[in-house]
């Protein structure tokens, strides 16, 4: 079973037990994925279907910020709930020890010694750790590791 025919299947589970939370949430991420979908007239495989739950609890998390900011908990919690909902649905996400390890692997691959393979790096890395980490900061690990 694809990704999409697991949002819609606890869709149903979610409209069943009456959780708004969780129900608001995945219909949030189908018509996310429905809107690709649309304008790239193409159906997503599980993959770029990762890529648009992954770029929404970026966006989530940038909200939680900008809302504790503004002292506005009850927003910020909103959020925090929204992403635990789509965290579901999420591969497992990687310990820092895998990162690292994915990371050294990586960059030994692709012969990359300086800050100007950066991008080499990340690129053969992205596909590897799609929605099982978070980019930003393994850029940081990147750099650290590139002097």
């Known amino acids: 079973m694809n990704l999409t025919d697991q949002l ?15 129900l608001g949430t995945i219909r949030m991420a189908l018509a996310a994925i429905k809107q690709i979908e649309v304008d790239t007239r193409e ?5 770029q279907a990762i890529a ?5 609890v970026k966006q989530r998390r940038d909200s939680i910020a900008q809302y504790e ?22 591969p497992k996400q990687l310990t820092e020890e895998e990162v690292a390890t994915i990371i050294d692997e990586t960059i030994a691959e692709v012969g990359a010694a300086t800050m100007a393979d950066m991008g080499k790096v990340m690129g053969a890395l992205k ?3 799609q929605g099982r980490a978070d980019l930003g900061a393994i850029g940081t690990l990147i750099r650290a590791k590139l002097k």
């Open 8 to 22: 819609k299947d606890q869709m149903k589970d979610a409209m069943r037990a009456k959780d708004k939370v969780r």
């Open 43 to 47: 159906t997503l495989n599980d993959e």
């Open 52 to 56: 648009v739950l992954t770029k929404m």
């Open 69 to 90: 900011a503004a002292s506005r908990p009850e927003l910020a919690a909103a959020e925090a709930e929204e992403i635990q909902v789509i965290e579901t649905f999420l």
């Open 127 to 129: 596909s590897k750790v």
